[in-house]
């Protein structure tokens, strides 16, 4: 595995809001956990929230990044039978973008806090705030 994906190894409370179509209106809450854990060269990512009511859960897989380089593959399986094939890049120092579909995700790590920001297409096209999550490592 590599280094750079150190500082999301462990466990994180996880509490945040899904936003609605206008980027800004709280249509969901989101709490829970996201536990991130070493398997050799993976990275294997667990997410067990309750999102506006309803428990989700995941299990993501993170590959090696391939030759070395700082793109890292991603596969996620949910617990409704989906399946997301996604692309996580280091733009820096604890700072993540996930890429899947259309959406895109920037994490960014800062010892025992994390937030992650969450975009999607708007109606005219432009990335609009979707998704913003706080969380706070528990160990």
């Not at 709490?31 to 859960?57: K, Q």
């Not at 700082?70 to 996580?88: H, K, L, M, N, W």
């Amino acid at each position: 595995m590599s280094e750079d994906l150190e500082p999301l190894i462990g466990t994180w409370r996880t509490e945040g809001e899904v936003l609605g179509d206008d980027g800004v209106t709280v249509a969901a809450t989101v709490e829970g956990t996201d536990a991130y854990e070493r398997l050799g060269p993976f990275v294997v990512h667990r997410v067990d929230v309750v999102i506006g009511g309803r428990r989700s859960r995941a299990l993501e897989i993170i590959e090696p990044g391939e030759d070395g380089g700082a793109a890292f593959p991603t596969r996620a399986y949910d617990d409704q039978g989906g399946v997301e094939v996604s692309t996580a890049t280091v733009d820096g120092p604890g700072r993540y973008v996930f890429r899947a579909g259309a959406a895109e995700a920037v994490l960014q790590v800062g010892g025992d806090t994390m937030r992650a920001q969450w975009t999607v297409p708007g109606a005219d096209g432009q990335p609009r705030p979707w998704m913003r999550l706080r969380f706070t490592r528990r160990g």
